[in-house]
């Protein structure tokens, strides 16, 4: 059974910090996309950042570009998403997403991606 299990999510004033992990198993993820994705209360869920799992090739939505930072760590079969410079608009629940993806528009989609986590709360405040 696939699962994606995130952790890190918190509350964190303007300016902070936050890292958000996700942990894949039950498959190997070697040809994989792995994505983040948030969801505000009443908005649409949006692009946050991907990577490709064996190459490690990075993708970023515009709003968070320079601020937060996507990795893998395939020793530790992890993904993170490491975010500064946080700001109240970045409240939301962050949702870790793994897709066969193998067009690089594609990585911005999230009907590529067929496995999802829970999603973690992530709260800004101001």
């Known amino acids: 059974q696939v699962q994606l299990v995130e952790s890190g999510g918190g509350l964190v004033q303007a300016g902070g910090s936050l890292r958000l992990s996700c942990a894949p198993s039950g498959r190997a993820f070697t040809y994989y996309a792995m994505g983040w994705f948030r969801q505000a209360p009443g908005k649409e869920r949006e692009f946050v950042a991907a990577?490709?799992?064996?190459?490690?090739?990075?993708y970023y939505a515009d709003s968070v570009k320079g601020r937060f930072i996507i990795s893998r760590d395939t020793a530790k079969n992890t993904v993170y998403l490491q975010m500064n410079s946080l700001k109240p608009e970045d409240t939301a629940v962050y949702y870790c997403?793994?897709?066969?993806?193998?067009?690089?528009?594609?990585?911005?989609?999230?009907?590529?991606?067929?496995?999802w986590g829970q999603g973690t709360q992530v709260t800004v405040s101001s």
């Open positions: 990577v490709s799992w064996n190459v490690g090739s990075t």
């Open positions: 997403a793994a897709g066969l993806i193998r067009t690089p528009r594609a990585y911005y989609s999230d009907t590529y991606y067929g496995y």
